[in-house]
């Protein structure tokens, strides 16, 4: 397993995303690694994927939506950013520290957040915020040590830049043409921001697709390597529950494909 580990995990909304994350965190975890769960969506679930009482996860202020910290740091409140000078270079060394949540021994969670572009554009002082932030995360991870990032969903994290520095991405996809062309798009674009090396997760993947899964992994030999993962009532049920992803059993079918596809990527 290479170390430290810079991880990133983006696709379209609705594929698995966060589910992936929180297993992969924990997987990390489990294998002696000190883990940071970033959570970099503009719907921040992961909390409660990595086993954090709903209530607990839905109470967690992300960073870029704590309008008091962002104008400490930057020097303007979110939403100010057209006409008025901010600090690009926040401060940012201690914020894991300080706002980061244990899950268990090991394993924390840090809730970024992402940018309601509808109120404060691309150029704002939150987005400087958390570019910094993602940027120190993965530059300061040492020896044993691993920053797993559920990143927002579709291209507005490569967009904005907040995909630099990684070792590695995970792009999770439904069996979908759309799902599949979105990931093709991604993985370009996380390419040309230097991330070295590529993980295609197929997901929900039906009972019986196998000439599918021939067709996809052609379509994606030159770009990452590529693994199934079956559709699987028991993720389903866990996610419609609000149960972290440790509550589905070991022995479900997305869980052992998961846990397979791990092993054979981070060795």
Same mark, same amino acid.
């Given at each position: 397993?290479?170390?430290?580990?810079?991880?990133?995990?983006?696709?379209?909304?609705?594929?698995?995303?966060?589910?992936?994350?929180?297993?992969?965190?924990?997987? %990390?975890?489990?294998?002696?690694?000190?883990?940071?769960?970033?959570?970099?969506?503009?719907?921040?679930?992961?909390?409660?994927?990595?086993?954090?009482?709903?209530?607990?996860?839905?109470?967690?202020?992300?960073?870029?939506?704590?309008?008091?910290?962002?104008?400490?740091?930057?020097?303007?409140?979110? *939403?100010?950013?057209?006409?008025?000078?901010?600090?690009?270079?926040?401060?940012?060394?201690?914020?894991? +520290?300080?706002? *980061?949540?244990?899950?268990?021994?090991?394993?924390?969670?840090?809730?970024?957040?992402?940018?309601?572009?509808?109120?404060?554009?691309?150029?704002?002082?939150?987005?400087?915020?958390?570019?910094? %932030?993602?940027?120190?995360?993965?530059?300061?991870?040492?020896?044993?040590?691993?920053?797993?990032?559920?990143? !927002?969903?579709? $291209? +507005?994290?490569?967009?904005?830049?907040?995909? !630099?520095?990684?070792?590695?991405?995970?792009?999770?996809?439904?069996?979908?043409?759309?799902?599949?062309?979105?990931?093709?798009? %991604?993985?370009?674009?996380?390419?040309?921001?230097?991330?070295?090396?590529?993980?295609?997760?197929?997901?929900?993947?039906?009972?019986?697709?196998? $000439?599918?899964?021939?067709?996809?992994?052609?379509?994606?030999?030159?770009?990452?390597?590529?693994?199934?993962?079956?559709?699987?009532?028991?993720?389903?049920?866990?996610?419609?529950? *609000?149960?972290?992803?440790? $509550?589905?059993?070991?022995?479900?079918?997305?869980?052992? $494909?998961?846990?397979?596809?791990?092993?054979?990527?981070? *060795?």
């Amino acid at each position: 397993m290479g170390l430290p580990l810079r991880v990133l995990v983006a696709g379209k909304g609705g594929v698995g995303k966060t589910t992936v994350a929180a297993l992969l965190s924990h997987f %990390l975890r489990d294998r002696g690694m000190r883990v940071l769960a970033v959570d970099a969506d503009s719907v921040p679930n992961l909390g409660m994927a990595l086993g954090l009482p709903a209530d607990v996860s839905r109470g967690i202020v992300p960073l870029v939506r704590n309008e008091e910290l962002v104008e400490q740091r930057t020097g303007a409140r979110p *939403g100010q950013a057209w006409g008025v000078l901010f600090r690009v270079n926040p401060r940012v060394d201690d914020l894991s +520290e300080r706002y *980061g949540v244990r899950i268990e021994d090991g394993l924390s969670l840090l809730v970024v957040g992402s940018i309601d572009a509808a109120k404060q554009g691309c150029l704002c002082p939150a987005i400087a915020l958390a570019k910094r %932030l993602l940027k120190h995360l993965v530059s300061s991870a040492d020896e044993r040590s691993a920053v797993v990032v559920d990143s !927002e969903a579709g $291209a +507005e994290v490569f967009g904005r830049g907040l995909a !630099e520095n990684f070792d590695h991405m995970i792009c999770v996809s439904e069996p979908t043409v759309a799902s599949l062309d979105i990931s093709k798009r %991604l993985i370009k674009m996380g390419r040309q921001l230097g991330i070295r090396e590529f993980s295609l997760i197929v997901n929900k993947v039906p009972e019986g697709g196998e $000439a599918l899964k021939g067709e996809i992994e052609v379509r994606f030999s030159a770009d990452a390597r590529v693994f199934f993962v079956p559709s699987d009532p028991e993720v389903l049920r866990a996610s419609i529950e *609000g149960r972290g992803v440790k $509550a589905i059993p070991n022995s479900s079918p997305a869980i052992l $494909a998961l846990s397979s596809a791990f092993s054979e990527i981070f *060795g």
